[in-house]
């Protein structure tokens, strides 16, 4: 496994690699769930590029840049464990050479709704950086987790509108035991506010069993509603939605996406689940 940290070092690596290319891009502090997204990778391509950086553009005024957890020699054993052949650890003037862009990705409508209405300017931010790793590694597959949804959701249609050569891979979100979804903030979590936290994939597995039952759309919110409510003390949502699978608006039936997101202490936890809702009649 090879570690560059420039532009021209990727470059030389890049153009090592022979037939299909997959990249994993995170801001370090990995887990078993990048490491999911590592073994994707690694079964569908030939060869694996992760990139490490911490984007300033995604993080607002009061949020937790400086606080993000850098462990770039752990991040280093678990590519290598799973098999990655190149590492991309940029520092930020490498990707920014400039100073923060003038020119920035404006993600649209989507890019300001959930997400993006609670953290403003954060998938300008995202997609930014994500366009620009695709135009640095070159890469045939790119590989997210499904845990941001919006964010993949996004990707997904950068890609196709702005005519990016990519194709951009899903893959689920990976669990504790306990159902919380595994996250890099979640070491942030005192023992009190781990069990809060699990109000959230509790409301969703409630409306996921609501939508078995066979309730429509509203039932399935209030079921969901009901159970984050009665979890431990100590979570403030923040919004708990249920939209179509393409986060579209309109009357969801069908295949749908149920979302999540809260604060629990100090950290801001999402999560979401899919849903399949019985025919509108």
Known sequence: ????????????????????????????????????????????????????????????????FDRYPRTLA????????????????????????EGEPRVRVNPGRLGEELEGQSRPGFFHGVLTV???????????????????????????????????PVRVVGVPTVREPDGLALSSRNRYLSEPERAAALALSAALRAGVEAAEQGRDAAGVLAAAHRAFGAGTPGAQLDYLVLTDADLEPGPVSGPARLLVAAWVGNTRLIDNMPVRLAPRS
Not at 16 to 42: D, K, N, W
Not at 75 to 97: H, I, K, Q, T
Not at 136 to 157: C, H, I, M, S
């Open 1 to 64: 496994m090879e570690l560059v940290t420039t532009r021209e070092e990727l470059a030389t690596a890049r153009a090592a690699l022979s037939g299909t290319v997959g990249v994993v891009m995170t801001m370090g502090a990995l887990h078993e769930g990048h490491e999911t997204l590592l073994r994707a990778a690694r079964e569908q391509a030939d060869h694996v590029l992760v990139t490490i950086f911490v984007n300033p553009l995604q993080f607002g005024p009061n949020e937790d």
């Open 74 to 97: 752990a991040d280093l054993e678990v590519c290598r464990r799973a098999g990655a052949d190149v590492v991309f650890a940029p520092s930020r003037d490498e990707m920014y050479p």
């Open 130 to 164: 994500v366009l620009k790793l695709f135009q640095l590694t070159r890469a045939d597959l790119a590989f997210f987790g499904e845990k941001d949804y919006q964010q993949l959701t996004l990707v997904r249609r950068m890609a196709r509108d702005l005519d990016v």
